[in-house]
């Protein structure tokens, strides 16, 4: 009998919660966020193909500002990147995380862009 007992966490069982809804294409790729304590990263996620198509992070942007802030100008060069392949429409998939803070910030930034999430 094995000692180790695997727990499923309250995150995991978020985020396969909110995996099992969404599917992304090539026409429309999943925008999926992650966060860690200090930076955001978005990758637009072709899920037919298991591909990244178009990703961004926080060393794209030079900018200071608080993190509400990084996480906007992310998303704005995440958004310019996807203008540039062509793509306007993307599944938007927060994760584990919840639909709060610097999430809902990339999301909104996204919209203002002109990307219909």
Request: with cysteine; glycine share 4%; proline share 1%.
């Amino acid at each position: 009998m094995s000692k180790i007992h695997h727990t499923v966490t309250a995150a995991d069982r978020r985020k396969k919660r909110v995996r099992a809804k969404l599917h992304g294409t090539k026409d429309r790729p999943r925008a999926s966020v992650q966060r860690s304590s200090k930076h955001v990263y978005i990758q637009a996620i072709d899920d037919d193909a298991c591909v990244t198509l178009v990703a961004a992070s926080e060393h794209d942007v030079e900018e200071k500002g608080t993190k509400i802030e990084r996480a906007t100008m992310v998303a704005k060069a995440f958004a310019e990147k996807l203008k540039k392949a062509k793509i306007t429409t993307v599944v938007f998939d927060r994760g584990s995380y919840r639909y709060f803070g610097r999430v809902k910030a990339v999301a909104d930034a996204l919209r203002e862009a002109g990307i219909k999430v």
